[in-house]
Structures are given as C-alpha cells and as structure tokens.
C-alpha cells in the first residue's frame, strides 16, 4: 500500500495497557500475515520510557520495522499524517467521548475499535466498525476485511460526515436547548423559587 498507511493506536494523554498500546501492537502483527505491505504510525503523548517500551514490544513482535513512531508530535502535524491514513485501530478500553476517534474521522479515517459503552454510544456511525473488547485477532481480521475490500473510502466519507455535527455552534445549541427543557420543567412544576433563598439567620444565643 504505497503512500497509505494502515493504522494507529489511540493518541491519548498518556498511555496505558487500558488505552490500548499493546493490543494495537499485537492487532497490527496480526493485520500484517494477512496484508503483509500494511504500514502503521503509533500516535500519542508518552514519556521516554514508555516510549521505549512500547518500541521494545514491536521489535518482540517483529514489526517495528513497519512502524513509525511520532510521539508528542504537534497537533497539525498529526492531522496532516491522519490525513494520508486509510484506517485507525483504535483498541481503547477505558474512553468517554474520544476526541482522538473524532479526529480520525474529520480526516477522513474510518475506525475499528473495541465495542466499549463509550464507543456504542458515541459513534453510532457506519465509519467506525466495532469488535469484542481484548479481540486483537478479531480486529487484525475486520481491518483486513476493509482493506482488501476497499470498504474503508465510504467508511471516510461516512466518518467526514458524521463528525461534522460536531462544531462549536452545534455545541452551543445543543447547550441552549438542554437549559430551557430545564427551565420548562421547572415552569410547569410552579414557582420553587424559595428554594433557592438563603436560609433564615438563625437567632442569637
């Protein structure tokens, strides 16, 4: 896959074996006896050490050679790389709502990732694909699925699409609204305004 990429792991304030290094690493050996010309760039904040131990575990694996490592990397840098991506593995464990995830997909970059509440619930999209939590093998296989049957271009379109709900403006209205069905509620109930009134001094002693 000349000029393409196959990849990465989550980029994340800090890693963890619940962010999902690990089993990126172990799903993208697993994604290379299928597709053996896949390429991967791992993606995130990290120290020194973890930084070494994570490039240790690929040369284990035997793909470090396949592997490009931007660590701490600038936020345009990493958007101009995503860019050039055709799929992210993104085997979190531990997520809320995934910025990292929401950026792949502004870049055009569908996702397999681990079938977590977070992930269920916020990316209800056809541009992320989800398989069982801890199921490298599982991953390595749908990533190669989409590859091989170039299903990840639509899954990009998709993904460009679906996070384009997600701007400052939509954020802001949705906020308004969510704060008056509240003031609405609390109209209907009548007035409990004196329950926010400071309560009465109590008298001296």
Do not use: Q
Request: charged share 25%; hydrophobic share 45%; proline share 7%.
């Amino acid at each position: 896959m000349p000029g393409r990429g196959t990849w990465t792991s989550p980029s994340s304030p800090g890693w963890s074996a619940k962010r999902g290094i690990f089993d990126f690493l172990v799903a993208f050996a697993l994604l290379r006896r299928r597709v053996p010309g896949a390429r991967g760039l791992v993606i995130g904040f990290a120290s020194s050490e973890a930084g070494e131990a994570v490039r240790a575990e690929a040369g284990r694996l035997g793909i470090l050679d396949s592997l490009e490592f931007a660590f701490n990397a600038p936020r345009r840098y990493v958007h101009a790389i995503l860019s050039r991506a055709r799929l992210l593995l993104y085997p979190s464990l531990a997520d809320s709502f995934s910025l990292s995830l929401l950026e792949s997909l502004s870049c055009g970059v569908p996702a397999v990732a681990y079938d977590i509440p977070a992930i269920r619930l916020n990316y209800n999209t056809p541009a992320v694909e989800r398989v069982r939590p801890l199921d490298r093998a599982g991953m390595a296989l749908r990533a190669a699925g989409i590859l091989e049957e170039g299903r990840w271009e639509e899954m990009g379109r998709a993904g460009a699409e679906f996070s384009g709900r997600f701007t400052w403006e939509a954020a802001r209205s949705a906020e308004w609204d969510a704060l008056r069905r509240i003031a609405d509620a609390d109209d209907s109930r009548g007035d409990r305004s004196h329950l926010f009134r400071p309560a009465a001094p109590s008298p001296p002693s």
